[in-house]
């Protein structure tokens, strides 16, 4: 099992920025990725960016160039920086975790942008 708990959300104003953060805990040793995904309201789940363990990362189109995904896997953490937030990115914003053939989801944070 592997618990998935998000921080950092928050109310932003336009052009500002978050950090979120991802804390792992359980059986991560054989990760093979970990994302972001956002559900704005109305709107289906949708990747916000990835990293693949080995191949490296990918972003939707609608945030490159702005946000920045990392890990620190000796701290069993995934961050989110996002900056330049537009109030098009007002969602719940979910991490995830790909422990070989299981995929582990967190509680979500919410993230409002005011314009």
């Known amino acids: 099992q592997v618990q998935l708990v998000e921080s950092g959300g928050g109310l932003v104003q336009a052009g500002g920025s978050l950090r979120l953060s991802c804390a792992a805990s359980g059986s991560i040793f054989s990760v093979n990725a970990l994302a972001w995904y956002r559900r704005a309201p109305g709107k289906q789940r949708e990747l916000v960016a990835a990293?693949?363990?080995?191949?490296?990362?990918n972003y939707a189109d609608s945030v490159k160039g702005r946000f920045t995904i990392s890990s620190d896997i000796a701290r069993n953490a995934v961050y989110l920086q996002m900056n330049s937030l537009k109030p098009e990115d007002t969602a719940v914003y979910y991490c995830s975790a790909a422990v070989r053939e299981n995929v582990y989801w967190g509680q979500g944070t919410q993230v409002t942008v005011s314009s």
């Open positions: 990293i693949t363990i080995g191949r490296g990362t």
